[in-house]
Nanobody
Framework: VQLQASGGGLVQPGGSLRLSCAAA????????MGWYRQAPGKQREFVAN???????MYANSVKGRFTISRDNVYRVVYLQMNSLKPEDTALYYC?????????WGRGTQVTVSS
């Protein structure tokens, strides 16, 4: 299983970013895919996930601002982040569960600062 996240960067408050996570090594279209984040000094936390039938779930802190989506043809899961706030600053990871194990990609850094 390989998960590679990209798309992070430095953005001003109120700005937008789109994260991507490219997946390989498992039957992508059957798996729930998730985004998590970890800010300095804090525990990793759930951000959003999307199931195989495209049902979505969001953390309250990002609801209405972030949108998760997936492309089963290209095996990519996206996280569109709008109206970014300084408290969204974190290392963002994608995750999937495969054969009863969690697999994590390397994080991509998102920094929201003026």
């Amino acid at each position: 299983v390989q998960l590679q996240a990209s798309g992070g960067g430095l953005v001003q408050p109120g700005g937008s970013l789109r994260l991507s996570c490219a997946a390989a090594g498992f039957n992508f279209r059957l798996n729930t895919m998730g985004w998590y984040r970890q800010a300095p000094g804090k525990q990793r936390e759930f951000v959003a996930n999307i199931t195989s039938d495209h049902s979505t779930m969001y953390a309250n802190s990002v609801k209405g601002r972030f949108t998760i989506s997936r492309d089963n043809v290209y095996r990519v899961v996206y996280l569109q982040m709008n109206s970014l706030k300084p408290e969204d600053t974190a290392l963002y990871y994608c995750k999937t569960l495969y054969r009863y194990r969690d697999f994590w990609g390397r994080g991509t850094q998102v920094t929201v600062s003026s």
